[in-house]
């Protein structure tokens, strides 16, 4: 491309020189010190729309995207300390241990009952700590909701693979999703997860199959990769992913995981940028946000 353009630049200024001599034999003295400035001008004009395109770009580059996400940064931390405060009596911030062992057994089943219609993550583990309750009311209450819950998993999981072989994308991104909500739910044994697990590659590999570029399905196929060990190829579809969709953080965070765990030190700092420069932080999922802030020394 550079060389295109050093070819442009050369054939204009030749060009130019030419009409400029031919001009030139017309004009009356006079005229000829205006027609030789306006030549130069003519000559060095692209160049210098260039280098005015690369200031501005670079401008651009440099101004707005990491200083926008620090403000975000900053707004982000400062609404998540205000929902500490004015959010004090929400069950789901108190420790698990502490009602589930105390002796108001209508908060004990309010609790339960927010756990499982909670979409926060490790609420199903949760839900398992009611079964070491003293009071047998709270752990057949308990053990029903984990029992619901499970159920419902494999009602959603059964009605759409009801619909036959042949899927849609959007199906293939709801049944992947439940599938790995299941696996990481602790609602399984041993041989049941081993059995769920293979249905979950199954249907991934066989969704990325069809639908190649998303980075729903993409960030599944990495998900899959991880769990079976291939760490170096699962990091290569979280880099697919923020080649496609740069500004989305499901890839970063991937490769974050994956440098971390490898103690790959400046590969993992420089993941930590890239996230910082592309990704507006209000997209970020609140707890793989809190473990960047930790990477970072932000804790709050």
Not at 36 to 56: N, T
């Amino acid at each position: 491309m550079q060389v295109l353009l050093w070819c442009f630049f050369l054939l204009h200024a030749a060009g130019i020189k030419y009409l400029g001599k031919r001009i030139e034999a017309f004009a009356s003295p006079e005229t000829r010190g205006f027609l030789h400035w306006m030549i130069w001008i003519c000559v060095f004009l692209p160049i210098i729309g260039e280098l005015l395109s690369l200031i501005i770009w670079f401008y651009m580059r440099v101004s707005s995207l990491p200083s926008s996400n620090t403000e975000r940064k900053e707004k982000r931390t400062s609404q998540i300390k205000q929902v500490r405060f004015d959010r004090e009596d929400d069950r789901k911030i108190l420790p698990a241990t502490v009602v589930i062992n105390g002796q108001d057994s209508e908060l004990q089943k309010s609790y339960i009952l927010k756990l499982f219609q909670s979409k926060m993550k490790g609420s199903y583990m949760l839900l398992k700590q009611t079964l070491r309750s003293d009071d047998p009311e709270i752990v057949h209450y308990g053990a029903t909701m984990i029992n619901a819950l499970s159920d419902s998993f494999k009602r959603e999981i059964g009605n759409i693979e009801s619909t036959g072989e042949k899927r849609t994308l959007e199906e293939y991104q709801r049944i992947s999703q439940l599938y790995l909500d299941y696996l990481e739910s602790g609602l399984l044994n041993k041989s049941d997860e081993e059995s769920v697990f293979e249905r979950y590659k199954k249907h991934v590999e066989q969704a990325v199959s069809e639908y190649t570029n998303d980075i729903t399905l993409l960030n599944h196929y990495a998900v899959l990769l991880y769990k079976e060990g291939m760490l170096e190829k699962a990091y290569t579809y979280y880099s697919r992913i923020t080649e496609a969709s740069p500004f989305h953080y499901s890839g970063y965070i991937g490769m974050i995981k994956i440098s971390y765990e490898q103690q790959a030190w400046n590969r993992l700092r420089k993941r930590l940028t890239d996230l910082d420069k592309y990704v507006n932080v209000d997209e970020i999922p609140w707890e793989d946000y809190r473990k960047i802030q930790l990477l970072e020394g932000m804790a709050l």
